[in-house]
């Protein structure tokens, strides 16, 4: 059973542009949230994160929302570069003592289109 | 940026050959991760260390081997190869709490 779900394979998003990624989990222990990034061949790249004590975290164009209630999360990219053009996965955790592992979604392709 | 390194980044080799998989940090993080990953997949962790002489098998079942003799280095032994373990091989660290940082990765295909 898939605890951290990104329902979306792929999103196409004109330069300029809000790109918006989901993610829903299931797991009600989990309280804290990433969002990676990865190119092809090369290993993900952590981008921003989240406690479940907040509801948004910013940093520069990415900006995080979490809903505790509807366990989802989004990511909000402002505005869309090519560059960004990419796979975004989210991934969860458990930050109790003893616990790091992270769990992760399948990911989603965003296209940023010039 | 993160300082974690692996080798090699591309690798074929036939059926039933041992390898290693290399992977180290300077970053002095006390847990270490590795993870497979298939296309269109998540990433599955296959084996985790919480220091040295520690380490633990993950959620998906692997026939490789790790070990944590040093602090800096968690290296990946398969000791036959073969074409199931065709995939993307990534190893992460972290200190106790937070973020995972990634390494490129290797790509490994076996014939």
């Known amino acids: 059973d898939q605890q951290v779900k990104q329902n979306s394979p792929s999103l196409s998003v004109q330069e300029g542009r809000i790109s918006i990624l989901n993610c829903d989990y299931t797991?009600?222990?989990?309280?804290?949230f990433l969002w990676y990034k990865k190119y092809p061949a090369e290993g993900p790249t952590f981008l921003i994160s989240i406690s479940s004590i907040k509801d948004k975290n910013e940093d520069g164009r990415f900006t995080v929302f979490l809903n505790k209630s509807a366990k989802h999360l989004s990511l909000h990219i402002v505005p869309s570069q090519p560059g960004d053009s990419a796979v975004y996965f989210c991934a969860a955790k458990y930050s109790g003592a003893g616990s790091y592992q992270l769990t992760f979604g399948k990911g989603t392709k965003l296209s940023v289109i010039p | 940026e993160a300082d974690i390194y692996q080798t090699p980044r591309y690798l074929v080799i036939g059926t039933g050959k041992k390898i290693t998989l290399e992977c180290s940090q300077t970053?002095?993080?006390?847990?270490m991760y590795w993870y497979q990953q298939d296309p269109g997949m998540e990433l599955h962790l296959i084996h985790y260390?919480?220091?040295?002489?520690?380490?633990e098998k993950g959620d998906l079942s692997s026939e490789s081997t790790v070990s944590r003799i040093r602090t800096e280095h968690f290296p990946l032994t398969l000791e036959s190869a073969r074409p199931s373990h065709t995939s993307q091989y990534l190893c992460?660290?972290?200190?106790?709490?937070?973020?995972?940082?990634f390494g490129p990765g290797t790509r490994l295909t076996v014939l």
């Open positions: 797991n009600s222990m989990f309280d804290y």
């Open positions: 970053m002095g993080h006390d847990k």
């Open positions: 260390s919480y220091g040295v002489n520690s380490t």
């Open positions: 992460a660290s972290s200190i106790s709490s937070g973020a995972q940082f």
